[in-house]
């Protein structure tokens, strides 16, 4: 198997440390809140995989969607509120 190597300097120029930058840790840091009610729901859903989901499990169900709905809200208003006063907030 032969290996595939960059033949020019500027695609290799940057060492890869394989950290994640500090801009990439702060992004994750920013979406945690988000990602954490995407796993909320997933163990929801899985919960009833094998089995005929109770009321119990669909209002469980019903408050992970909500929380994930809630979370990502958050993130997209917190977002847009942090373009909005970097590029002037000029309205």
């Known amino acids: 198997m032969n290996t595939i190597a960059a033949r020019h300097a500027a695609v290799t120029a940057t060492l890869f440390d394989g950290e994640p930058s500090d801009a990439e840790l702060n992004a994750i840091e920013l ?37 994930v709905l809630a979370a990502r809200r958050d993130l997209a208003n917190r977002t847009t509120a942090t373009d909005t006063t970097a590029s002037g907030g000029a309205a």
């Open 31 to 67: 979406e945690m809140p988000a990602i954490l009610a995407d796993v909320v729901l997933l163990d929801a859903q899985i919960m009833t995989i094998d089995r005929t989901p109770s009321e119990l499990d669909h209002q469980r169900i019903r408050r992970a969607r909500r929380r």
